[in-house]
């Protein structure tokens, strides 16, 4: 094993600290990037969705990502980090899942929103337990809007979504979809 105490780099960080400043790096650039695609599939669903009071829910979950995604832009500037170059792709994937799934009806949609909120919800929660406490305000951050996705799941469950028809491969498919989409953008 190598001695720490001989690797102290220039500013007198260990190499196990640029470890952890590329950690921050990708969660603020993975989470920039969900919250980013969780807006445009909420937009996808709205301009297919008819129903006055699914819009109205729709609408509601809609205007939290859009905090969530202002936050990130705000953090993505604060603390310099590079935001993925994969945003115009999640741009238009985003919008297509959101309205995709909405033409199969509206407990496809939710089912939609079910599956892709419990892999944020995993992942907000993976990111918690690697977060030390010097980083307090980003903790809060993430257990704030993590509260909020499970509203959003639980509210999907609720409004059927497990009556969405081919329910179970719609929803793996948008886990694993969401999970690549994650893998990607914490990494390019
Ligand atoms: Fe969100
Ligand atoms: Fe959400």
Sequence with gaps: MKKRSQQLTGDGRLPGDLDAAE?????????????????????GQLAVLKDPDVLETVEHMKSQEEVHRQKFEDLIRQRRVRPTVLTPLWHIAGFALGAGTALLGREAAMACTEAVEEVIDEHY??????LGDDEIELKKVIETFRAE???????????GAANAPGYELLTTAVKS????????????
């Excluded at 950690?23 to 695609?37: P, Q």
């Excluded at 929660?125 to 690697?130: G, R």
């Excluded at 979809?177 to 390019?188: D, E, Q, V, Y």
């Design 125 to 130: 929660q993976q990111q918690l337990d690697q």
């Design 23 to 43: 950690m921050i790096d990708r969660i603020i650039r993975v989470d920039h990037a969900g919250e980013y695609g969780a807006v445009r599939i909420y937009e």
């Design 177 to 188: 979809g969401s999970r690549l989409a994650i893998w990607l953008s914490s990494r390019i």
């Design 149 to 159: 996705e499970i509203e959003h799941r639980d509210i999907a469950r609720a409004d």
